[in-house]
């Protein structure tokens, strides 16, 4: 199996702030990964660093076997690596037909002056998220939350990535809409993305990963399957603040 | 048309399109990225400055010196705005705006011989007979920039640019390197204006610095494209308009600085109730007399 993304001995630090703690993780291709931990263990960050939009204090983070550490964020966009935000940010005065257009842009003035946009691409990423074709001609700022993860969602797979970083999916969502999200990320499963997914609904995440590592305070705490990871003492001692128990 | 205006009003429509292409430009830059640009008569005045030396001191011909002057802008410019374009809202208009005042120090302090220093430059040739020909040069380059601006932000740069101004960090987040797409907007900005502030210098014959590097300038520029709707191309060259013909019909009545208390007086309220711009009002005034008369007929 083709490792996909390998992050080895990141730490990184804000002045004093240790924000991520000699962090060492793979994952392979076509694979899901859960990062979970605590409000402020530092996933985010995590996220961050493995787009380039912070740069890591040391060590390395590898794609497909090359290190990306010193690329730019569009540069590591084109290589295959897209993420999603904890608050959707989608251009909320654009379509969401345009704001797919956004995503599949090339990063080229030419192109983008003098090429078109392709309709019938924009339409099979709005479709396969689930958009109708009326949908896409809606405005952003018409979206109610589930509807702006799937935006997020189509615009990320514009923009050919294949390793897809989820931060907080199901936050903000009704029932409804987490079973909506849960069945799309399935289906992209099946299909051969391979994912990080960071979580507080754990419930709603553990039919969509493989396996999960726990972070606290920036540091790994756990690593396994799931079940095990919740399981384990030092996780729901973070979790719950208490170190009695399970005892 | 101009056979039935007054040459005075026909002096205001010829005010009125320069400042159009002034507003476009500023426009182009700061309406759709949200990079709001003080410093947009510091490229005007490149653009005038250059065009009327090389004519005026090294007898340059029109046809040689406003392309040139037009280039000397865009890369002047770049050079000088090239490391604010990295610097993000309040900052960048700081900046720009030390740029502008910056300008009007070096024109005095840098070459008086040739600048003319706080004089300014007198004389300079002028490219049209009568102030007909004089408004037919006006109103054909407004429309071609308008036209020119207009198929350009219909391409997908168009849409990246406005992307910018709704969430710079998800468009590079969509893969594209904003410092590029920004440095294009500035140029394709500077463009606009330093062939406006060439026509210009040309149009009016001279140039005193007091009054090109100004913020009085600059503000109606900015309030023309505000009011008349940020982010598309009818939009400033109506807020051009409606502010030079305001300004022209609040003389008789208000001689004095009153006048641009009025101005402002206007301009605040039309924007409060329609941030969108005078376009903005149209098309909605528009769409309800529609409305209306589909529910006649229904």
Known sequence: ?247 | MPEFVERGTLRTMIQACYLAIFAMSWDVLSGRTGYISFGHPFLIGIGAYSTAILSKKFGVPPEYSIPLAIVITMFGGLVVLLPALRIKGSYFALVTLAFMELMYQLVQVIRPDLTGGTRGITGIKSLTRGAEAGYELAVTLMLGVALGLWLLMRTRFGTALWAIGMDEDSVRGSGLSTTRLKTMAFLVSALVAGLGGAYYAHYTGSLAPRALFDIDFLFTIIVAALIGGAGTIIGPMFGAFFLIFLLEWLRPILPGAERYFVYGGVALILYMYQPKGLVAIAQSLRDRVRGDNYDHRA
């Not at chain 1, 630090?13 to 060492?24: E, H, K, P, V």
């Not at chain 1, 960050?45 to 060590?59: A, D, H, K, N, Y």
């Not at chain 1, 935000?85 to 797919?100: G, H, M």
Request: a negative charge; aromatic letters at 6%.
């Open chain 1, 1 to 247: 199996m083709t490792i996909a993304l390998e992050v080895s001995h990141l730490v990184k630090r804000f002045g004093g702030l240790i924000a991520t703690n000699d962090l060492s993780f793979t994952l392979n291709e076509g694979e899901s990964l859960g990062l979970i931990g605590p409000n402020g263990a530092g996933k985010t960050t995590v996220f961050s660093q493995i787009m380039g939009e912070l740069r890591q204090t040391s060590g390395t983070i590898c794609y497909f076997g090359q290190d990306i550490g010193g690329l730019s964020t569009p540069e590591r966009i084109a290589k295959g690596i897209g993420r999603t935000y904890q608050v959707p940010r989608p251009f909320s005065d654009l379509t969401v037909r345009e704001n797919i257009r956004v995503g599949l842009m090339p990063d080229s003035l030419i192109s983008m002056i003098f090429g078109r946009s392709d309709q019938s691409k924009e339409n099979e990423l709005g479709q396969s998220v689930g958009f109708s074709i009326r949908d896409l001609d809606k405005s952003a700022s018409e979206l109610a939350m589930g509807d702006l993860r799937k935006l997020e969602l189509a615009r990320t797979l514009a923009t050919g990535a294949r390793v897809l970083l989820l931060d907080e999916v199901f936050a903000g969502l009704t029932t409804g809409e987490i079973s909506m999200i849960s069945d799309l990320l399935k289906d992209l499963r099946r299909r051969g993305f391979t994912f990080l997914i960071v979580s507080h609904d754990l419930p709603a995440m553990e039919p969509l990963i493989d396996k999960a590592i726990a972070i606290e305070r920036g540091t790994m705490i756990a690593e396994g399957v799931f079940s095990d990871v919740l399981a384990n003492h030092d996780v729901r001692a973070s979790y719950l603040g208490d170190t009695d128990v399970g005892s």
